[in-house]
T-cell receptor, first 116, second 109 residues
Framework: GAVVSQHPSRVICKSGTSVKIECRSL??????MFWYRQFPKQSLMLMAT?????????EQGVEKDKFLINHASLTLSTLTVTSAHPEDSSFYIC????????????FGPGTRLLVL | GQNIDQPTEMTATEGAIVQINCTYQ??????LFWYQQHAGEAPTFLSY????GLEEKGRFSSFLSRSKGYSYLLLKELQMKDSASYLC??????????FGTGTRLQVFP
């Protein structure tokens, strides 16, 4: 149990367009979902934390108007990269915590975004 | 502030034992995670230490010393498939995971 999926796995878009990434917990209800970004050969950087039904909490330096997070249900969170630019090209990974399993975060397979 | 340090790269031979160290300085420490990440994939959970001591799980063991701000991941009987990045992450009382830069391990036959 504790499987997290992401869709799409890979996306290429033109500069200026918006891209939506979905994160789903498949076999559990997620207490909290997290969004990370990872540049090549670097570690994961937390972008924001979201709880169902409430506004996401963004990390310092992350623009909330550019990275829109919607946590519509206990199994679904979406990240929309608005007006994407080439510097937004990165690996975006979501994770979720399971209410019955404490602090362990279970990660989705990631979405590779390339902005041309 | 917070600081998490790991070696950038390590190499080892198939069948050998390797120890990956992680030192940290942070406030609000609530535990330490180790994750494995293969290139282009998401991290997978390996271990979580809250109390001092060694936790053993098959070929992998993880150790924590809270007073020294130190942890290590021990991999025994190395296999080629263990070639991956190993991420040390501190769990803070703000419910956040702060990741180190990761250690890229390459296992040679």
């Amino acid at each position: 149990g504790a499987v997290v999926s992401q869709h799409p796995s890979r996306v290429i878009c033109k500069s200026g367009t918006s891209v939506k990434i979905e994160c789903r917990s498949l076999d559990f209800q997620a207490t909290t979902m997290f969004w990370y970004r990872q540049f090549p050969k670097q570690s994961l950087m937390l972008m924001a934390t979201s709880n169902e039904g409430s506004k996401a909490t963004y990390e310092q330096g992350v623009e909330k108007d550019k990275f829109l997070i919607n946590h519509a249900s206990l199994t679904l969170s979406t990240l929309t990269v608005t007006s994407a630019h080439p510097e937004d090209s990165s690996f975006y990974i979501c994770s979720a915590t399971h209410s019955g399993r404490g602090e362990t975060q279970y990660f989705g397979p990631g979405t590779r975004l390339l902005v041309l | 502030g917070q600081n998490i340090d790991q070696p950038t790269e390590m190499t080892a031979t198939e069948g050998a034992i390797v120890q990956i160290n992680c030192t940290y300085q942070t406030s609000g420490f609530n535990g330490l995670f180790w994750y494995q990440q293969h290139a282009g994939e998401a991290p997978t959970f390996l271990s979580y230490n809250v109390l001092d001591g060694l936790e053993e799980k098959g070929r992998f063991s993880s150790f924590l010393s809270r007073s020294k701000g130190y942890s290590y991941l021990l991999l025994k009987e190395l296999q080629m498939k263990d070639s991956a990045s190993y991420l040390c992450a501190v769990y803070r009382n703000t419910d956040k995971l702060i990741f180190g830069t990761g250690t890229r391990l390459q296992v040679f036959p």
